[in-house]
């Protein structure tokens, strides 16, 4: 009976664990950045973020500096790749915080499961005021997930990514943004995991009645 209530106590922590988000794409060590890259006023800077799973997203959270003495407003994007080449393609969803005052932030955005079934992305910021933006990860490696020595910039402010909007970080000591992506568990593996709690459970109840 011990044993049984050993298996199904770590059942539970797996089930558990199972309900809460799955880190999908992390590139965001927490810690340790040195860059942030200030795109400017109003115009998008985007990562290639290529996740390692279909499913929805649950929350982008992003590593964001504002170097300026006020506060400052930021708008996500999230875009699929279907441009030319894996470029940026279709928005897939925009989302706005505001007041974020002067120093280094992880900016976490609650989206509305999006993007199922589109493992290859863009995603990215733009904020309302110069010297604001994406904090550059110390490590160039996300895990999971992967993403190019590239990103893209609205650099002429006209709203869109154009086929000369894209850029190499070209050997900087870092690269890629602090990006984090978490996915909605599938519903098929909490079932799973539900019937092995049950079944736990009528093998105690079984164990039980015998003694």
Same mark, same amino acid.
Do not use: H
């Given at each position: 009976?011990?044993?049984a ?6 059942l539970?922590?797996i089930?558990l ?40 997203i ?31 393609? $279709? +928005?897939?969803?925009?989302? /706005?915080? %505001?007041?974020?005052?002067? #120093? ?7 989206? &509305? =499961? ?5 493992? $290859? +992305?863009?995603?990215?910021? /733009?904020? %309302?005021?110069?010297?604001? #933006? ?7 490696? &996300? =895990?999971p ?8 910039w ?25 990006i984090?992506?978490?996915?909605v568990p ?16 009528a ?9």
């Amino acid at each position: 009976m011990k044993r049984a209530m050993v298996l199904l106590g770590a059942l539970s922590v797996i089930a558990l664990s199972a309900r809460a988000n799955i880190i999908d794409f992390d590139n965001d060590p927490g810690a340790g950045y040195q860059f942030y890259f200030r795109g400017g006023p109003n115009k998008q800077v985007l990562d290639d973020v290529n996740r390692v799973t279909g499913l929805p997203i649950k929350q982008i959270n992003i590593a964001f500096f504002n170097a300026n003495t006020f506060n400052v407003d930021v708008t996500l994007y999230v875009y699929d790749a279907t441009g030319a080449g894996g470029g940026v393609g $279709n +928005l897939l969803y925009t989302a /706005s915080l %505001s007041g974020i005052p002067n #120093g280094a932030f992880q900016l976490q955005f609650g989206t &509305p =499961n999006i993007a199922a079934g589109i493992q $290859n +992305l863009w995603i990215g910021l /733009s904020a %309302s005021a110069d010297r604001a #933006g994406m904090l550059l990860s110390p490590n160039p490696y &996300p =895990n999971p997930g992967t993403s190019a020595d590239v990103f893209a910039w609205d650099d002429d402010g006209n709203g869109m990514i154009d086929s000369n909007d894209y850029w190499f970080f070209g050997g900087n000591p870092v690269a890629n943004f602090a990006i984090e992506v978490l996915a909605v568990p599938e519903p098929a593996s909490l079932i799973a995991l539900g019937s092995g709690l049950m079944s736990l459970l009528a093998l105690r109840r079984r164990k039980a009645q015998r003694v």
